[in-house]
């Protein structure tokens, strides 16, 4: 990858770099299917290691938890003092994941390679968010969704990669994905380099327009509502991506492979969602996206639980479309509440997204062991009625009509 000129701050949708935001957007996709690998891994660790749902519920609540605790402190302090280079040494930790995931033969060191995982993760989320922020040119939503779809494409490839090359050839060859970690690393340090050039063009440009500031209540009263919409949606998101391979075997008797394929369909359309998401909420404001999304995943989420094996496969990608397209709204709506701290803003919200599906994944791994799987996708099913939350979050665009 070659060096990205550094443009000088503006805000204007002309000054959108996409070649800053493609390549953390690329990055996010290597990252994101190296942590993918993890849960695709399950039903082979499950049986390899003898363990029950309760111990792959605590490898997830290992892996995010980690970044859930870590994320927003990184936020914080790279807020007041931004590293421009810090993101290759998220994309080493999780190389050394990898490895450890790769060699293990023991469950403790299952455990140890899935925190580090958690480590590079909490690394990359909050600095990656906040120059997908910079590069924007103030269309922040097309930004965001740019930059989460990497992601979301990232979960979806890796559950075929583990389909078609770690469960036939083994644990080992985990190993072999450390080399997307390297490339991660490279292109990570050329974007790194991009951000040390655009700060010292900040400096020299007069400060902008004082940004828009609300009342502290109101801006509380947002943020907790944002942070259950965030519980919401990603318990119900990771009950399917944790889970959703058990539930098809256990219900319909498919194969390993052909619930990868549908874990596939499933985190696919959530990453056209999440693309989908952004421009939208541009358009139209996120208050809007998030009242859609949400709460129009309900009916959908309601019929899935009754659903033969052709119409679990539609309704599955019809929620991921649909429920995926909240996340860059409600973390561009959280950074418009909270101006200064785009890196704090993005590592709670990142952060939260991933410490409430880690304490999600253990607490439902406990209930499908003593009720069982379909039990947890029934009762799952009505999360996405915390949308009608949304009736409490500003109008944004009024407010700022009001403010001119």
Same mark, same amino acid.
């Given at each position: ?19 800053? +935001? ?10 994101? =299917?190296?942590? !993918? ?5 399950y ?22 938890? @980690? ?10 302090y ?12 998220g ?7 990898l ?8 469950y403790?060191?299952l ?7 958690? $480590?590079?993760?909490? $690394? ?22 740019? %930059? ?6 990232? @979960? ?15 644990q080992?060859s985990v ?15 050329? #974007? ?20 828009m500031r ?22 119900? =998101? #990771?009950?399917?991506? !944790? ?11 498919? !194969? ?6 549908? +874990? ?15 421009? $939208?909420?541009?358009r ?16 959908? @989420?309601? =019929? ?17 479309? /649909?429920?995926? !397209?909240?996340?860059?709204?409600? /973390?561009? *709506?959280?950074q ?8 704090? $803003? ?5 952060? %939260? ?9 253990? /607490?439902l ?26 009736? *409490?979050?500003p ?10």
């Open positions: 990858m070659t060096d990205i000129a550094a443009p000088a701050p503006r805000t204007t949708a002309n000054a959108t770099v996409f070649g800053v +935001l493609f390549a953390v957007s690329g990055c996010h996709l290597l990252n994101d =299917m190296m942590q !993918s690998l993890l849960a695709a891994l039903p082979m660790l499950k049986a390899d290691y003898g363990l029950a749902f309760w111990q792959v519920g605590l490898l997830t609540f290992a892996f995010q938890v @980690t970044a859930s605790l870590l994320q927003p402190v990184i936020g914080l790279t807020d007041k003092r931004p590293i421009p280079y810090s993101l290759p040494f994309s080493a930790s999780t190389l050394f994941g490895l450890l995931l790769a060699t293990s033969s023991t403790p060191l455990v140890l390679g899935a925190s580090f995982i958690g $480590i590079g993760s909490a $690394i990359f989320h909050p600095e990656s968010s906040r120059i997908a922020r910079l590069a924007s040119g103030g269309r922040y939503g097309l930004a965001q969704s740019v %930059f989460q779809v990497g992601g979301n494409f990232g @979960t979806a490839i890796g559950p075929l990669l583990a389909a078609f090359i770690v469960v036939p050839r083994g080992g190993a072999w994905f450390t080399v997307a970690a390297l490339l991660s690393m490279v292109i990570l340090y050329q #974007v790194g380099a991009w951000y040390s050039r655009y700060r010292a063009n900040a400096a020299k440009r007069p400060a902008g327009a004082e940004p609300l009342p502290r209540n109101t801006v509380t009263v947002a943020l907790v509502v944002l942070a259950l919409l965030t519980f919401s949606k990603n318990i119900y =998101m #990771v009950s399917l991506s !944790s889970y959703y391979t058990f539930y098809v075997i256990e219900k319909f008797g498919v !194969s390993v492979q052909h619930s990868q394929v549908m +874990l596939f369909i499933f985190l696919g359309a959530a990453a056209a969602g999440t693309i989908l998401g952004g421009p $939208i909420g541009d139209f404001g996120a208050r809007t996206v998030i009242w859609f999304s949400i709460l129009g995943s309900l009916p959908f @989420t309601l =019929m899935m639980p009754y659903a033969d094996l052709f119409w679990t496969q539609v309704l599955s990608a019809v929620i991921g479309l /649909v429920l995926a !397209s909240a996340f860059p709204a409600i /973390v561009v *709506f959280a418009e509440l909270v101006p200064g701290r785009v890196g704090l $803003i993005a590592g709670i919200f990142f952060g %939260f997204a991933f410490g409430i599906a880690g304490i999600a994944a253990a /607490v791994g406990v209930v499908a062991d003593a009720k069982g799987i379909e039990f947890v996708y029934a009762v799952c099913s009505y999360l996405p009625l915390l949308g009608l939350l949304t009736v *409490f979050l109008n944004m665009r009024r407010l700022r009509g009001a403010a001119h």
